[in-house]
């Protein structure tokens, strides 16, 4: 079975600062999925990708599969950024996701 | 946009009262999932639907069943709830295939007591 491994698991910035948070992972896969998590619980999908780097905004995710490690950068970041970053795989052949535990991310003004 | 309804945001129930959570996805997806949120656990799944009536457990299937009777709607069935399956659920749909990105809905919060 997979395992998913995120880092930090919680992590406080100021406002302006550039956030990292990465995730590894031990099996080959097929996608790997960033999701969002706002206090009130709905879940977002925010990239999912199987190679090289995709950026939306402020947000830029990364991935090497030859190193199987994935990481998400939030440039600039801002209170509303303040959320759980939760990384996700699809192992090969198969649809279902295996997550991992969550980064808790706070962004003080 | 995609729109995945989940019938209630907060529930109390009882030990052992069987327990009814409502999934409804409006964009025709083949595939829906039921999940529990602990802390410290992150997401797990517990069943997967593929199809009308088509299922397949998850990682934690006991203590529930699902039904999916039409295309759109995903029930997941807690037969004797017990204090323990005290959680966050959520529900998600998607496209069949692979690297298809998931949609939530806003989740239950549900309290056996």
């Known amino acids: 079975k997979n395992e998913v491994e995120q880092s930090p698991q919680n992590l406080t910035a100021q406002e302006g600062e550039f956030i990292t948070i990465n995730c590894s992972y031990s099996v080959g896969i097929s996608a790997l999925h960033w999701l969002q998590q706002h206090p009130g619980g709905g879940i977002v999908s925010l990239f999912m990708?199987?190679?090289g780097k995709k950026k939306h905004g402020r947000l830029i995710a990364t991935i090497n599969i030859q190193e199987k490690h994935s990481s998400l950068h939030i440039t600039a970041s801002h209170p509303r950024d303040s959320a759980v970053y939760i990384c996700a795989v699809e192992q090969g052949g198969s649809e279902k996701l295996v997550f991992g535990k969550g980064t808790k991310l706070t962004v003080n003004p | 946009d995609v729109k995945v309804t989940q019938s209630s945001r907060y529930l109390v129930k009882r030990t052992g009262e069987k327990v009814f959570l409502e999934c409804v996805q409006d964009?025709?997806?083949?595939?829906m999932f039921w999940y529990r949120q602990d802390p410290g656990l992150g997401l797990r799944l517990i069943y997967f639907s593929y199809d009308v009536k088509m299922k397949e457990k998850g990682d934690i299937p006991e203590g529930y069943s699902v039904s999916r009777e039409k295309k759109e709607r995903f029930s997941l069935i807690l037969e004797s709830a017990s204090t323990n399956q005290t959680s966050m659920y959520l529900c998600?749909?998607?496209?069949?295939?692979?690297?298809?990105?998931?949609?939530f809905g806003d989740g239950t919060r549900l309290s056996i007591l």
């Open positions: 998600a749909s998607s496209w069949r295939g692979y690297s298809q990105p998931q949609h």
């Open positions: 964009m025709d997806h083949e595939n």
């Open positions: 990708l199987s190679s």
